[in-house]
């Protein structure tokens, strides 16, 4: 089992910043990657970013790349998304996610909202 909580959701204005934070728990040696996802309302979960684990190897959506940065902490078994010059199109719920042994884990998901 793993257990994800995100954290660091807020609002915000066009322009700003946000660092959101996913701690783990549970089956962490058994990670290959963290990613994040966001859903705005009515559309669809889609990708944002992506770390592994243990090389730190990361991937990003075309839409953030540039202003969006994910890192991880292998001591604090936690993730993070920085990220700048938010835009209101970033206006989400933020959700960690990891797979283990072919089983998707979900956070409960945070809150962004960026204010035009």
């Known amino acids: 089992q793993v257990q994800l909580v995100e954290s660091g959701g807020g609002l915000v204005q066009a322009g700003g910043s946000l660092r959101l934070s996913c701690a783990a728990s549970g089956r962490t040696l058994s990670f290959y990657a963290m990613n994040w996802f966001r859903q705005a309302p009515g559309k669809e979960r889609e990708f944002v970013a992506q770390i592994t684990w243990g090389g730190g190897s990361t991937r990003y959506a075309d839409a953030v790349k540039g202003r969006f940065t994910i890192s991880r902490d292998k001591t604090k078994n936690t993730v993070y998304l920085q990220m700048n010059s938010l835009k209101p199109e970033d206006t989400a719920v933020y959700f960690c996610?990891?797979?283990?042994?072919?089983?998707?884990?979900w956070g409960q998901g945070t809150q962004v909202t960026v204010s035009s």
């Open positions: 996610n990891t797979r283990v042994r072919g089983t998707d884990y």
